[in-house]
């Protein structure tokens, strides 16, 4: 845990300001969920919420039956990083954070196909060294929300509607696995 030498008083209806900085660097934006826990000596820690790591292997093992069905990379993202992935390049993507862009496209609830030679391409990776050429995001919708991607990643075979589809399949069924 990582002092941050902040100090903050809890108002009469027992609410803390978190610091817009730190919820900058956190990632945390407005009416996300956060899960609080508390330990022995005192403390109360925050932890944002990821209603697709409830998945957990579930999305994994999504991940890879659709991967054994095209030769594209599969990644299942929540709102910030990629959770669960499969095939070329899988291992690398786990962890890695979403692109700010992507964030954006996931507030809008965008299903996108993208070439990066058009103008409107985006990384969805950020710090990511293999750059695909061809991204398919359908966003997962679970109880009206926003909660994550399906994306269909290419570095060199063009994606069509054919994997548009899945991705939007993939979308739609783990938003409803995730209201159940």
Known sequence: MKAT???RRIDDLGRIVIPKEIRKTMHIRESDPLEIFTERDGAIILKKYSPIGELGNSAKLYAESIAAQIPH????CDQDCV????GPNAKKLIGKLLDEKAEEALIDRKHILMDREKEDFFPLILDFPEVFRYVC???IIAESEAVGFVCILSIEDELDDQEFKIAKIASDFLGKQLET
């Open 83 to 86: 959770i669960a992935a499969a």
């Open 5 to 7: 030498g902040i100090i």
């Open 73 to 76: 990379t599969i990644c299942i």
């Open 137 to 139: 995001l359908s966003t």
